[in-house]
């Protein structure tokens, strides 16, 4: 049986643990006692609850409309699902991880290796080493969030996986612009989050 709030930590505990010199604060931060994610299995038991720099996003924000194509490319196959019984948001949380530590360019062996063995406690390390495997788009993981607080949860948690090196890298402001753009976030929404997670990784780090 896997422990979502295990699964959680010890994936976050796995893609950080590969990242260089900036992660220790990042993972205090997210797991830390005290911390953002101190509690895991309290955060997926209320899917989107977080702290208080989230609480003046009370309305969500309408999400950009894209202009359509004269023609709709042809739909992508199905991603293979494996089968669980762990709850969505917490899922959701550890693909998101993943496709964040994968934002400039696949995990080599030695690192998905590294994430399956933090997975191994809470009992999920086969769907760990399924999920390091596939490649999901970033729309189709945070699809039908639309609660403020959840997606402002799910920002942070994947712009603090890419600020753990020492510098987020152009591809890795793309990947984290598109899910802005995914998840409905105004630009001043994104610079308060990313500036507010700083400062408290920041403090962290010392």
């Known amino acids: 049986m896997i422990d979502p709030g295990s699964l959680v930590e010890g994936v976050l505990r796995g893609v950080l643990g590969v990242r260089p010199k900036r ?10 006692r005290g911390g953002w994610m101190s509690n895991p ?13 989230f609480d003046t996003m009370n309305q969500p924000a309408p999400p950009a409309q894209a202009s359509q194509p004269a023609q709709a490319p042809p739909p992508l196959p199905p991603v293979p699902q494996f089968p669980t019984a762990v709850p969505k948001d917490a899922l ?48 189709d993981i945070v699809s039908g969030v639309t609660d403020p607080a959840q997606r402002a949860t799910l ?8 600020r753990a090196d020492e510098q987020i890298s152009g591809a890795e402001r793309i990947y984290l612009a598109q899910l802005a753009h995914l998840l409905g976030l105004e630009p ?15 403090a962290l780090e010392k």
């Open 41 to 53: 299995n309290t955060l997926l038991t209320a899917a989107g609850v977080v702290w208080g720099i």
């Open 23 to 32: 992660s220790r604060g990042a993972l205090r931060f997210l797991t830390g």
């Open 188 to 202: 001043d929404d994104v610079t308060r989050l990313e500036a507010d997670a700083s400062q408290r990784i920041d």
């Open 92 to 139: 959701r949380m550890v693909r998101l991880a993943i496709s964040a530590a994968n934002a400039d360019g696949a995990m080599n062996d030695a690192e998905r290796a590294a994430v399956i063995a933090q997975a191994h406690a809470s009992g999920g390390s086969e769907l760990v080493g399924f999920e390091l495997h596939q490649r999901r788009p970033l729309a």
């Open 155 to 162: 920002y942070v948690l994947a712009f603090t996986v890419l």
